[in-house]
């Protein structure tokens, strides 16, 4: 399942436009790299729930067979939360009540996450309630810190989350309907009303670490940029979704425009004479640049348009948001 009925509350603007797991990474919906990935692993049928603008996600996904996928959809009237969102698409998750075992998976990530070897880790270490993906990082306290440590048989458990710690939780677990189906009713949290308290009553979760793949998440503007630059320098992906550097044969660019890489310049953009492109820029598909214009360390979203120079900067049809770098 891959959760995507949040607001995006701290990308301001850009939310009103478009959902986070919508918003173009190298000219690529980050939903789509989500859905490449979980292909690419095996994993074809996928539940997508939807809020606060699904008709753009129920748009771009369709029922998903131009991705290799079987998508299905859960609308929650209020959101329902990481939990609550869980036991609302359990119709979905488990037709046939056979209570098999489940990824869900963060709609607003792109996270090159081994997923077969976090399956198997699963299935390796029967009664816990659920696998989280964690990763060691410097400031865990900032995330909700977990705390995971190796149990009787070397194998890693979750002592605490919330608390203090040296890992994050990536927003990815392993788990099984039955379990999902203990949460209250409505609004919850698979962790605080979930995991956290079963944990505090003697149960067990166990941790998957990831040290390596690249992870990223897009709550805000200067995420969401960093994670354009960082693909545009070629960061490898094991499922990367499409294209994502370069200039697309069926762009339009004038012979004397300057391309400073590194860019990606989608299909149908059109760059007008005199215009100078990059370094670090994305010109989504069908965007227009016009004559003389600069771009420079900014995203131009599909059918955007820019006039002059834009620097720093997410560049939208409703107009740009500037992001100052760190």
């Not at 039955?178 to 079963?198: K, N």
């Not at 069908?286 to 720093?312: K, L, Y």
Request: aromatic share 4%.
């Amino acid at each position: 399942m891959l959760l995507c009925a949040g607001y995006g509350t701290r990308l301001g603007a850009l939310s009103d436009e478009r959902p986070k797991p919508m918003l173009p990474v190298c000219d690529v919906p980050i939903l789509r790299y989500g859905v490449a990935h979980l292909v690419a692993h095996g994993i074809r049928d996928i539940v997508v729930n939807l809020h606060h603008r699904g008709d753009v996600i129920e748009r771009e996904l369709g029922d998903g067979a131009s991705l290799g996928a079987r998508v299905s959809y859960v609308h929650e009237e209020v959101i329902l939360g990481t939990g609550g969102g869980l036991k609302h698409a359990l119709h979905l998750l488990d037709p046939d009540g056979r209570d098999e075992p489940f990824v869900s998976m963060n709609g607003k990530l792109i996270f090159d996450v081994d997923l077969r070897g976090l399956l198997a880790a699963h299935a390796a270490d029967p009664g816990i309630l659920g696998m989280m993906v964690v990763r060691p990082v410097p400031d865990a306290m900032s995330w909700g810190a977990v705390d995971v440590q190796a149990g009787d048989t070397g194998r890693l458990r979750v002592r605490d989350i919330l608390g203090i710690g040296a890992h994050m939780f990536c927003g990815v677990h392993v788990t099984r309907p039955s379990v999902v189906a203990r949460l209250p009713d409505g609004d919850a949290c698979m962790i605080r009303q979930g995991y956290l308290p079963w944990l505090r009553g003697g149960e067990q979760v166990a941790a998957f670490e990831s040290r390596t793949g690249y992870f990223a998440e897009h709550s805000t503007p200067a995420r969401y940029l960093a994670s354009n630059w960082a693909m545009l320098d070629g960061t490898p992906l094991s499922a990367p979704p499409a294209d994502l550097t370069g200039i697309d044969a069926a762009a339009a660019v004038a012979g004397d425009v300057v391309i400073r890489d590194p860019v990606r310049v989608g299909p149908g953009a059109t760059i007008g004479p005199g215009a100078t492109i990059g370094p670090y820029a994305v010109i989504g598909s069908g965007a227009m640049v016009e004559p003389g214009s600069v771009v420079e360390r900014a995203v131009v979203w599909a059918g955007a348009r820019v006039n002059g120079v834009v620097r720093d900067a997410i560049v939208t049809a409703a107009g740009a948001m500037s992001v100052p770098p760190d």
